[in-house]
């Protein structure tokens, strides 16, 4: 059972990033799909999620209107698009796949937004 991130890097403030997250070794399409993030000194954070359809998503109020979830499960794959990116995004970007008791993680891919 693999996640594994990319797409993350240093932005300048008001920049894009998109973050991808590929499984393998389950049956993704039946997870439900998350992204956190976990800022220096910070607890974790749920920053957005997606039910295993992908009709249904969730995103933070702290990124509501920036950040947009989404999936392709004939990819495995579940992405995270980052817009109009700030100083306050910058932390370690972990996604998640959870179905009942079973919950994997990423191992975290590192998002600086700094000019």
């Known amino acids: 059972v693999r996640l594994v991130e990319s797409g993350g890097g240093l932005v300048q403030p008001g920049g894009s990033l998109r973050l991808s997250c590929a499984a393998s070794g389950f049956t993704f399409s039946g997870y439900a799909g998350r992204w956190y993030r976990q800022a220096p000194g910070k607890e974790r954070e749920l920053v957005a999620a997606i039910s295993s359809t992908g009709g249904s998503t969730f995103h933070a109020d702290s990124v509501k209107g920036r950040f947009t979830i989404s999936r392709d499960n004939a990819k495995n794959t579940v992405y995270l698009q980052m817009n109009s990116l700030q100083p306050e995004d910058t932390a370690v970007y972990y996604c998640?796949?959870?179905?009942?008791?079973?919950?994997?993680w990423g191992q975290g891919t590192q998002v600086t937004v700094s000019s």
């Open positions: 998640n796949a959870e179905r009942g008791a079973r919950d994997y």
